[in-house]
Nanobody
Framework: QVQLVESGGGLVQPGGSLRLSCAVP????????MGWYRQAPGKQRELVAEFTLGGSTNYALSVKGRFTISGDSAKNTVYLQMNSLKPEDSAVYYCKRRVAYGSDYWGQGTQVTVSS
C-alpha cells in the first residue's frame, strides 16, 4: 500500500514557525503533483498550497505570504514552511499526491496547534 508520511507538526505559539515534511515513495513522487491540505474540527478539508502541473505554486489566500511550499526531488520529500502562525491555522495537515485518473494519494496527517 502506497503511503505518504507527514511529520513536523506540533504545538507552537502564535507568531511562531513550523516546517512540515512529507516523505513520498519514489515510485509515485512527482513534484508538480504535490500539495498540502488541512482540516480543522468541524470544517471541510481545504487546500493550503500546491505545485501546479506547470511547476508554479498556488496558495490559499489565508496563508499567502506566510507559508511556502517546496520540494526536494532527490529526497522525494515535499515541505511546508509555515511562518507567522495564527490560532486559525490549527488543523490536521495532510500531504496529497494528485492522480489524473484514479484516487489521489494521501498521508495520515500531522496535527498543528497554534496556541499560547
Amino acid at each position: 500500500q502506497v503511503q505518504l508520511v507527514e511529520s513536523g507538526g506540533g504545538l507552537v505559539q502564535p507568531g511562531g514557525s513550523l516546517r512540515l515534511s512529507c516523505a513520498v515513495p519514489a515510485s509515485i513522487f512527482r513534484l508538480n503533483a504535490m500539495g498540502w491540505y488541512r482540516q480543522a474540527p468541524g470544517k471541510q478539508r481545504e487546500l493550503v498550497a500546491e505545485f501546479t502541473l506547470g511547476g508554479s505554486t498556488n496558495y490559499a489566500l489565508s496563508v499567502k505570504g506566510r507559508f511556502t511550499i517546496s520540494g526536494d526531488s532527490a529526497k522525494n520529500t515535499v515541505y511546508l514552511q509555515m511562518n507567522s502562525l495564527k490560532p486559525e491555522d490549527s488543523a490536521v495537515y495532510y500531504c496529497k499526491r494528485r492522480v489524473a485518473y484514479g484516487s489521489d494519494y494521501w498521508g495520515q496527517g500531522t496535527q498543528v496547534t497554534v496556541s499560547s
